[in-house]
């Protein structure tokens, strides 16, 4: 396997543009555009800051390379933040992590020493790039609805505030407004496009099961949400089940290998799966 180096990924990168702590970076691979954003991380800090404080967990991560394609977010620089003094291996550092962030998508093929686009996606990647949210007032209340559902168990943990800050911007909504918004009702939904009833269910759904756990809160929570969206039950079971499949299928390309039967039903009853069904998807699972 390819060492990616700051070097090696200089064919693809096109854009690399820092902004405070973050770094933006636009890839190109066979044509495809990746635009990520990762925290540059000062070297030899660990005691710190440190990655996990800054940059989402890899799960979390893959997630909202995912969801990007889904919502057709555009990232709007803000104006006036400070600009900090990272050296030139640091930024260079972030650069590489930014590269590595989209390696779900793409695979390394020694025969043509190139990067190449990744040619499987899920059932839950397919679903919102065929069915994006394109209508602003569809995307707030998406995430109005995520962050309702952060607050299921009465607090927002730092990962999942960390998952916003990257996730979420002016046109979503800031998260210092979105913890003090009422919970939504019927009325707020009423004007949600069909299709981005069912988008957004699924999404919610996806990002609920990040932390490897489907807890009673967020059941209760999905029931309402698919209540008020007037989703029938066998629509909301099969949203459901495609974002448990992404969420195992994700777990999967973390581990690198499959999972043993004790552990695979374990992590099933986690996430509210059928085990049988989590049996199947393992067993089709193909990594990139």
């Known amino acids: 396997m390819i060492e990616i180096t700051y070097k090696s990924i200089q064919p693809y990168l096109k854009e690399e543009l820092q902004q405070g702590e973050i770094m933006y970076c636009r890839f190109v691979v066979e ?157 707020d939904c009423k004007k949600v496009t069909k299709n981005g009833r069912l988008t957004i269910f699924i999404i919610v759904a996806a990002v609920a099961l990040t932390d490897n756990e489907l807890e009673i809160e967020e059941v209760e929570k999905l029931n309402r949400f698919a209540e008020i969206f007037e989703l029938t039950a066998k629509k909301q079971k099969k949203l459901l089940q495609i974002a448990q499949d992404y969420t195992l299928e994700t777990r999967l390309k973390v581990e690198t290998k499959p999972l043993g039967l004790d552990k695979l039903h374990a992590f099933a009853d986690q996430i509210g799966m059928d085990r049988g069904h989590a049996e199947h998807v393992q067993a089709n699972f193909k990594p990139s």
């Open 31 to 187: 044509e495809q555009e990746f635009e990520t954003e990762v925290g540059i991380e000062k070297l030899g800090d660990s005691a710190g800051l440190g990655i996990m404080v800054k940059n989402p967990s890899k799960m979390r991560s893959m997630l909202l390379r995912a969801l990007n394609k889904g919502i057709r977010k555009k990232r709007v620089l803000e104006e006036g933040v400070p600009q900090i003094y990272f050296s030139k291996k640091e930024l260079e550092a972030a650069a590489v992590r930014a590269f590595e962030s989209i390696l779900d998508e793409i695979v390394y093929i020694e025969t043509t020493e190139k990067w190449h686009l990744a040619t499987q996606f899920s059932d839950f990647e397919v679903y919102i790039r065929q069915n994006p949210l394109k209508e602003k007032y569809d995307k707030k209340i998406m995430s109005r609805m995520l962050v309702e559902m952060a607050r299921a168990d009465g607090r927002i943990e730092q990962e999942e505030r960390l998952f916003f800050s990257h996730f979420l911007n002016d046109e979503m909504g800031r998260l210092s407004d979105l913890i003090s918004a009422p919970y939504l009702t019927n009325a």
